[in-house]
């Protein structure tokens, strides 16, 4: 008989704040959905959000307001496993942790995208990312006895070091939609540079701009695309006058899969300087249009990135260096042809489906260490 299984996760799909994470969950839990698994997730609400819905096959329950829904959460995780309505809970590990393991009288899969560590300061208040980092320090006792799915190497050793099981942590890979038409690797492509996901400050996509500002001199007509929305795009939209890039800088905001697609194709490349991610989606999507990326040399990113083969990774914050190796692409035709060759054939590796199966035996693990 399939499991029926819980999803702890702060935001689903709908939720205008909704990032790679939720992606990852949907596409995994969509497909299990579509094989019979009775899945619920327990979400936060927000504004013009209802308080049930279904999205891809899963029954979504939002329980309030950001404020209550924590303390709601861990109230009917409580009760209902109690209640014998789930058989095992899956807990997103990429926000503030749940302590599921406390409450839960089923077993509990931890999904572990990334752990913020240092980096929560760099994106909230001093007061907030000093309680994440806290919250962190109690994972390796709390989830000891947890099976553990990570989406990258970077995140499997994160939890190494701090202490959890590595016999009890997997890898499984993020898939990824393939474009609807195969991009042409074979032909040159106009000196665009594109950046694609949410606009945050960790996200770092000031040194992209600061970046093209070295280059201006040889390249003064190359396009920016920045393509994704978020809280940051104010601060940038004023860097990019301040640099004097505002006539060829493009925010499109939030597009769909072949806008997005569409854009990448015809990128020369794509620019990830983020400090840290959990693997490197929009790496590997830009890879399946042939675009090869440079990004930071941080965890998740050095996974998702294939030094000198699909792209180049760059020290953190390293304008010179992003320069320098943007600048690379954009001067050498043969270079750039010779990179997106090989980012699309790295891209064809991640499959949805296969992390679908991954998860499916991790839900079985994981009721069978409880028994």
């Not at 959000?49 to 709601?72: C, F, I, K, T």
């Not at 009917?76 to 503030?96: A, M, P």
């Not at 947890?146 to 997997?170: N, Q, V």
């Not at 000198?308 to 954009?330: H, K």
């Amino acid at each position: 008989m399939l499991p029926r299984v819980l999803i702890l996760n702060e935001r689903d799909p709908h939720h205008p704040k909704a990032g790679g994470a939720e992606t990852h969950v949907y596409e995994i839990f969509g497909r299990l959905a579509a094989r019979g698994f009775e899945i619920t997730h327990w979400a936060a609400g927000f504004e013009g959000g209802g308080h049930q819905d279904w999205v891809s096959g899963v029954r979504v329950e939002r329980l309030g307001p950001l404020a209550l829904y924590y303390p709601r959460v861990l109230h009917h995780t409580f009760r209902e496993t109690r209640r014998d309505r789930f058989d095992v809970v899956v807990e997103c590990l990429n926000k503030v942790p749940y302590y599921a393991p406390l409450i839960s009288a089923r077993p509990v899969l931890a999904l572990c995208h990334h752990l913020f560590g240092e980096v929560a300061f760099q994106q909230v208040s001093v007061p907030i990312a000093s309680a994440v980092w806290a919250s962190e320090r109690l994972i390796p006792s709390i989830y000891r006895s947890c099976e553990f799915l990570a989406i990258s190497e970077s995140t499997a050793r994160d939890l190494e070091k701090r202490g959890l099981d590595p016999h009890r942590i997997r890898v499984s890979h993020p898939g990824i939609d393939r474009p609807n038409k195969e991009p042409d690797v074979t032909m040159p492509r106009p000196r665009r540079v594109s950046y694609v996901g949410r606009l945050e400050a960790y996200k770092k996509i000031d040194i992209l701009l600061r970046a093209m500002k070295k280059l201006e001199s040889r390249w003064p007509d190359a396009e920016i695309f920045i393509v994704g929305r978020g809280p940051a795009r104010s601060s940038l939209e004023d860097l990019a006058r301040q640099l004097g890039l505002s006539d060829r800088i493009h925010f499109t905001g939030f597009v769909t899969n072949a806008e997005r697609d569409e854009i990448l194709s015809s990128s020369r490349v794509c620019v990830c300087p983020s400090e840290k991610e959990g693997w490197g989606l929009t790496v590997i999507e830009a890879n399946a249009t042939g675009t090869p990326v440079v990004a930071t040399d941080a965890d998740g990113l050095r996974d998702s990135v294939r030094d000198g083969e699909t792209g180049f990774l760059v020290q953190d914050e390293d304008v010179e260096g992003f320069a320098q190796s943007i600048g690379r692409l954009l001067d050498d035709e043969a270079l750039a042809r010779r990179m997106s060759q090989a980012a699309l054939k790295w891209s064809r590796h991640f499959d949805w489906d296969q992390s679908a199966d991954d998860m499916a035996q991790a839900l079985e693990r994981a009721q069978g260490a409880a028994r």
